[in-house]
């Protein structure tokens, strides 16, 4: 990520209970401003998704959009409303920090709707909100791996990918079963 997720150290907080209402206090305000681009739902995603289970305290959000290209005009709009563009992943998504980069309080992500990212993320919560021994499991991984890169938020994120791999290869597996 080139510098940005070295800039702040990886804290884990303890769930909270208002993180769905401060995502649907998001919601509501994104809904209102990027609504010329939306094609579909805006999500809330990431560990602060799954109750019970600990995060970063930065409130993940994504956004369905028809395209990168199409939703660009959308970049300028939201700096209005706070959110720093930052050329995180720019082939997948239009990612945002709220209020900085150097300090999050969200995350906002413009995803194609029902691309490969979209489609990933979405199972991985609904499989973090359904599934206890995931969740657990997911949850002991990221206690662990926050003591080690203490302050590199970009190795903590690329050490849970394997683990997270993992359970979307098992959710496609189950998937393509059930339609046979």
């Given at each position: 990520m080139s510098g940005l997720a070295d800039e702040a150290s990886v804290h884990l907080a303890s769930y909270d209970p208002a993180w769905p209402a401060l995502f649907e206090l998001e919601r509501q305000l994104l809904s209102r401003t990027i609504r010329p681009w939306l094609v579909g739902p805006i999500e809330h995603v990431g560990s602060t998704a799954a109750p019970g289970l600990s995060a970063k305290p930065v409130i993940d959000i994504m956004a369905a959009v028809e395209s990168l290209e199409a939703s660009r005009e959308a970049l300028a709009v939201l700096r209005s409303e706070g959110y720093q563009y930052a050329p995180y992943r720019a082939d997948v998504m239009h990612w945002f920090c709220k209020p900085s980069v150097?300090?999050?309080?969200?995350?906002?992500?413009?995803?194609?709707?029902?691309?490969?990212l979209w489609t990933e993320r979405i199972a991985f919560r609904d499989c973090l909100r359904s599934d206890p021994v995931v969740a657990r499991e997911y949850g002991e991984l990221k206690r662990r791996l926050a003591e080690v890169p203490r302050f590199d938020r970009e190795a903590y994120t690329e050490a849970k990918s394997p683990f997270i791999a993992r359970v979307l290869k098992r959710l496609i597996g189950e998937a393509l079963e059930t339609e046979t």
């Open positions: 150097s300090f999050r309080t969200h995350h906002l992500h413009l995803v194609p709707y029902r691309s490969r």
